[in-house]
């Protein structure tokens, strides 16, 4: 989000999170060296603990000096194989979320990060909330044979170009369910529901089922993306498992780096761009490929930033398919817009273990909303009073 870190692990085992520049004269403590239960700056040796506390400062021998001054540290958590941090001010803190992900062992979840730069993070997740695309974008993903959930998620959507769409806005930000009519064995028609989940700010729900996209700004126009699966009975986390699914959505360690993604190789200046048509394969093309692109996450990658580093949405024409775009939008500006009138956003408080993305066949009479068993509707508020709807008072 624009500002820097040290992350490190004390001789204890345990994380801290500092402020990159040291507060003594500005050094990077990523250069530090980690010692006992803390981290030393190699400027001037003086040493922090994770929670900030100066233990030692070489070069000033009045021994109270570095009780009068802290770095600056930040609350983290390990869970779910990640290390997550809060940068708010300590009284507005929240509870910390508990994911779904975080109670299955290690062996049963995957996760892959990945940096995608020249793109807000908020074009990156518009992908996330429309399902029209993955049958045009995504064409080539359906001649391949695989059952990995990664092509499975994207082969059950693809029947249908224009699916119809329903968005609901909640207090944790929107459900967003694609109607598509798939045919029976009797020759009749069944609606299949794909229904992901927006919770706010960046965790997407795919409508596969445990599949999680997490879109991270690291600055307006850099946006370092997660996926993560995970299964209560199935090691996604082994192999031959692992990279079966890695495969499937060309998110390789090897293709990371052929797109310019890998969090190691990200900023080299080769990596695909608008300079050099992002490697777009034209030959490919000419022989039947649709996108002359890797399939799948590669060809978001490169579609999102073609738009530019902030698409200049003045000028886009927002189609009936486009409804959780537009939501989202929605969504984002009311957060914003609770923050600027010092009010406590909504999403904070939600329980991330009743939200989830699914998809269903919907029996007649039924709704996708039947299937959502925490279904919360946002809570509209009541408009202010006015002199036309409040009731008269006397003089």
């Not at 609606?191 to 989940?197: F, H, I, N, S, Y």
Request: aromatic share 10%; net charge negative.
């Amino acid at each position: 989000m624009g500002e820097t870190f040290a992350a490190f692990r004390n001789t204890d085992g345990v994380v801290g999170i500092l402020d990159e520049q040291c507060c003594h004269r500005g050094a990077s403590l990523v250069l530090g060296r980690v010692e006992g239960c803390g981290i030393r700056c190699l400027f001037h040796g003086w040493k922090f603990a994770v929670d900030g506390t100066i233990m030692e400062t070489p070069n000033v021998l009045d021994p109270r000096f570095k009780e009068k001054f802290r770095a600056k540290s930040y609350p983290v958590r390990e869970e779910g194989g990640m290390i997550w941090m809060y940068m708010g001010p300590a009284e507005l803190e929240p509870p910390f979320p508990h994911w779904p992900y975080f109670d299955v062992p290690a062996e049963n979840r995957l996760a892959v990060a990945f940096v995608v730069d020249e793109c807000n993070f908020v074009q990156l997740g518009e992908a996330l909330v429309d399902s029209s695309h993955l049958t045009i974008l995504h064409k080539d993903i359906f001649a391949r044979d695989s059952d990995t959930v990664v092509a499975v998620a994207v082969k059950n959507a693809g029947a249908v170009a224009a699916p119809k769409i329903e968005v609901q806005e909640t207090d944790f930000g929107l459900y967003y369910a694609a109607t598509r009519a798939v045919p029976t064995e009797d020759g009749g028609t069944v609606d299949e529901v794909r229904l992901a989940t927006f919770v706010a700010p960046f965790h997407y729900h795919n409508a596969n089922g445990n599949f999680l996209g997490i879109i991270v700004p690291m600055t307006d126009t850099r946006t370092l993306h997660y996926f993560v699966w995970w299964d209560e009975e199935k090691q996604l986390g082994l192999e031959p498992t692992r990279s079966a699914i890695l495969r499937d959505g060309n998110l390789t360690e090897e293709l990371l780096i052929q797109m310019g993604t890998h969090p190691d190789t990200w900023f080299l200046p080769d990596k695909p761009n608008r300079m050099n048509n992002y490697r777009q394969d034209r030959e490919a093309m000419k022989n039947g490929a649709w996108t002359g692109i890797p399939p799948l996450v590669p060809e978001d990658v490169v579609i999102l930033s073609s738009s530019g580093a902030i698409r200049d949405r003045s000028k886009e024409i927002l189609a009936p398919a486009d409804i959780g775009v537009a939501r989202l939008y929605r969504v984002f500006l009311r957060l914003a817009d609770a923050i600027a009138n010092g009010e406590e956003p909504s999403a904070l408080y939600s329980n991330p273990m009743t939200i989830a993305g699914t998809h269903f066949l919907v029996p007649e009479g039924k709704t996708w909303k039947d299937f959502v068993p925490e279904h919360v509707p946002l809570k509209k508020k009541e408009a202010p009073a006015t002199a036309s709807n409040k009731e008269s008072q006397p003089a």
